[in-house]
């Protein structure tokens, strides 16, 4: 388990010396899924997620200024990211189901923007569940994961260093709290709970006390980030030659015609809302929070508000198998292409 983290950060750490995009994230990808097929039995501790969600949340969260009023999410923006949302799955259901000639299930899972978890609980639902709607997910993940890294492209670097001289141990005391939240709230299913429990937290205390000065250590995000990437290049190891062949050209297509249904809807309501179209097409991007709001601090994009907009979107797909689970009991599911 330590092995792999090692090997991450060195992945992270390589990369990033070569002042790649988002280096800290792709290096730890890169490394492990070459490790990984090189045949090295690859695993991470359990609480890592946990970790990755904490820091991204708290540093969120000591960004956000305690006029809360100055992170606007007005009700015309819920009505863009919903109406993006049907957007991005119509137009992918109707591609997978009437080109590819998916099932309807298969094709309803498939087009889901994001929200992985979810996804995985209805897929595991079928009497038989589908490899290929975990595929097109991983190449939906891995192409924002690029999106993100070209956006960053263009951000100028900045001098690094691992503490800033401003943290204080009221970051403990936060953790702490973020922690102890966090449990409560993956208990009843909230979706990123520690992310949400973080970013709370820490503006809670940000606003009450001004004096604590509260400040995350860039070094803390590097690790975080590091992590990130070996999550996701875990999670990619496992992706065949056979399947990667046979299933590609639906994912990518799929991908597309969602990134394309976000672009628009992200220019549209940028001309309507006044707001930036890169922080609305980062807020709306079928991505998993994680890697959004990574891109999102780099970039200094306004990480609470499209966190917030994440947030929001994950919250409805995650209601999806409270919603759809019993109608997929085993046996339900009818014929379909194997997967």
């Known amino acids: 388990m330590i092995g ?50 904490l820091v991204l949340g708290i540093g969120v969260g000591v960004m956000v200024p305690s006029d809360l009023s100055a992170v606007n999410f007005p009700p015309l923006m819920l009505l863009g990211l919903v109406a993006c949302m049907i957007g991005q799955v119509t137009i992918s259901y109707l591609w997978l189901h009437k080109r590819e000639q998916w099932s309807k299930t298969d094709s309803l899972l498939g087009s889901v923007p994001g929200a992985m978890a979810a996804v995985l609980v209805l897929n595991e639902a079928q009497q038989k569940p589908s490899g290929k709607v975990v595929f097109t997910h991983t190449v939906r993940l891995i ?65 009450m006390m001004p004096a604590a000065s509260l400040a995350i250590p860039p070094g803390l995000v590097f690790i975080a980030t590091s992590a ?37 809807f992200a220019f549209v309501f940028s001309q309507v809302l006044a707001q930036s179209f890169v922080v609305l097409l980062m807020s709306w991007v079928p991505g998993s929070i ?20 994440h947030i929001t979107r994950m919250v409805i797909l995650h209601s999806l198998p409270l919603a759809v689970k019993p109608f997929l009991r085993p046996g339900r599911e009818v014929r379909r292409s194997e997967g």
């Open 4 to 53: 792999a983290l090692v090997l991450s950060l060195c992945g992270s750490i390589l990369f990033s010396w070569l002042q790649l995009p988002l280096g800290a994230m792709f290096g730890a990808i890169v490394f492990l899924m070459v490790a990984g097929k090189a045949g090295l039995r690859l695993s991470l501790p359990a609480p890592t997620l946990t970790f990755v969600q």
């Open 143 to 207: 192409t924002l994961v690029i999106l993100s890294g070209v956006i960053a492209a263009d951000n100028q670097p900045v001098a690094f260093s691992f503490f800033t001289g401003q943290e204080s141990y009221w970051l403990l005391a936060v953790a702490a709290v973020a922690w102890g939240s966090g449990v409560l709230l993956e208990k009843i299913g909230t979706p990123a709970p520690y992310m949400v429990t973080g970013m709370l937290t820490a503006i809670a205390v940000g606003s």
């Open 228 to 264: 990130l990437g070996a999550l996701i290049g875990i999670r990619l190891v496992d992706v065949s030659g056979g399947e990667f062949i046979t299933h590609m050209r639906s994912g990518v297509i799929a991908t597309a015609l969602s990134l394309g249904v976000t672009l628009l």
């Open 290 to 309: 994680e890697a959004m709001t990574v891109a999102a601090i780099y970039l200094g994009l306004e990480p609470a508000l499209i966190m917030l907009n």
